[in-house]
């Protein structure tokens, strides 16, 4: 059974940085791409970063050059560390199996809550 569980999120202040954990069982993420998604209340989820089974990394602009992700194959674990955090940037975020056209809610996480405030 594939199954994905973000962690470490939480509330900061604007300029501070998080790291997202996204612990993954049931496959090897070394095997996938990977994907983060966020979720800003009363908006539609947003594609955020993915790395590629190459290692190959993506980013969206709004993301770009803050944010970085990561993966650890012998903890088979995803990471977003999240830099320079903004208040726009508050959202859910969740971790999902596969690219992006992959995405969907039997794809993800129960996902983090990041809230950026001052």
């Known amino acids: 059974e594939v199954q994905l569980v973000e962690s470490g999120g939480g509330v900061v202040q604007p300029g501070e940085s998080l790291k997202l954990s996204c612990a993954a069982s049931g496959f090897s993420v070394s095997n996938y791409a990977m994907t983060w998604v966020r979720q800003a209340p009363g908006k539609g989820h947003e594609w955020v970063s993915t790395?590629?089974?190459?290692?190959?990394?993506y980013y969206a602009d709004s993301v770009k050059g803050r944010f970085t992700i990561s993966r650890d194959n012998a903890k088979n674990t995803l990471y977003l560390e999240l830099n320079g955090l903004k208040t726009e940037d508050t959202a859910m975020y969740y971790c999902a199996k596969g690219s992006y056209s992959d995405y969907s809610a039997a794809t993800r996480g129960q996902g983090t809550q990041v809230t950026v405030s001052s």
């Open positions: 790395i590629s089974s190459y290692d190959f990394t």
